[in-house]
């Protein structure tokens, strides 16, 4: 059984909003947050928190104040950072914490990660480096984490395909996924084989880093 909720918290610079899913007996959380683009209900983030709460991890979507006040456009990366960490140190977890986010949100979680107490980083749809411009290269906030992180990448993304990343890097790779994480209606593997990797993918991660076996169910 899983149970949903969801609060607002205040930061300063305006509400920002929490909606989590949480696990029935859960032995780790993990808080995730959005993209310039778009919000809390990308097509990655619902995948991740439909599937890992019936595996034990509780899964707390972070949405950004301007978001929630109805914005287009996101602020500078260290109005995100201070946002993210006013609304994630309204959190309690007692299970290991796990921080992550899709692609500006990514970022955020690698700058902000340690700092915040967590164990690992998913970083979902990594921004490298900006379309087309392979030299302004984002790697040092990828290996400046401190911590374990996962990347988990399209095989076409723009903003970096996976060949393209610093080595080591544990990734895990999409076929024929975009930015966006999302395949072509016609591709072969299909949307829900490759939602499938996604979610076992960061299960794996999350159970190793946690000291549980990849298959561990509750």
């Known amino acids: 059984?899983?149970?949903?909720?969801?609060?607002?918290?205040?930061?300063?610079?305006?509400?920002?909003?929490?909606?989590?899913?949480?696990?029935?007996r859960p032995w780790a959380a993990l808080v995730l947050t959005h993209g310039a683009g778009g919000g809390i209900e990308s097509h990655d983030l619902e995948v991740?928190?439909?599937?890992?709460?019936?595996?034990?991890?509780?899964?707390?979507?972070?949405?950004?104040?301007?978001?929630?006040?109805?914005?287009?456009?996101?602020?500078?990366?260290?109005?995100?950072?201070?946002?993210?960490t006013s609304l994630v140190d309204h959190l309690r977890p007692r299970v290991p914490l796990f921080?992550?986010?899709?692609?500006?949100?990514?970022?955020?979680a690698c700058r902000r990660g340690r700092a915040l107490g967590a164990i690992g980083v998913v970083a979902l749809a990594f921004p490298l480096h900006p379309p087309g411009k392979p030299e302004r290269s984002r790697a040092d906030e990828l290996l400046g984490t401190g911590l374990p992180t996962l990347v988990v990448q399209g095989e076409r993304d723009p903003f970096g395909t996976p060949p393209e990343f610093p080595v080591p890097t544990s990734m895990v790779v999409l076929p024929g996924a975009d930015h966006s994480l999302k395949v072509g209606k016609r591709a072969v593997p299909d949307q829900s084989a490759v939602d499938a990797l996604l979610l076992e993918g960061v299960h794996a991660?999350?159970?190793?880093?946690?000291?549980?076996?990849?298959?561990a169910r509750e």
Do not use: Q
């Not at 607002?8 to 029935?24: E, F, K, L, N, S």
């Not at 921080?99 to 955020?108: L, Y």
């Not at 991660?205 to 298959?215: C, H, K, N, V, Y």
């Open 1 to 24: 059984m899983t149970t949903l909720s969801e609060a607002t918290y205040d930061t300063p610079y305006g509400p920002g909003r929490i909606v989590a899913r949480r696990a029935d």
């Open 48 to 84: 991740l928190t439909a599937g890992l709460p019936r595996l034990g991890v509780g899964v707390l979507r972070v949405e950004m104040p301007w978001r929630t006040a109805g914005k287009r456009l996101a602020p500078a990366p260290s109005v995100l950072d201070t946002c993210f």
């Open 99 to 108: 921080v992550g986010g899709r692609s500006a949100g990514a970022r955020v």
């Open 205 to 215: 991660f999350l159970s190793r880093r946690a000291g549980r076996t990849p298959d």
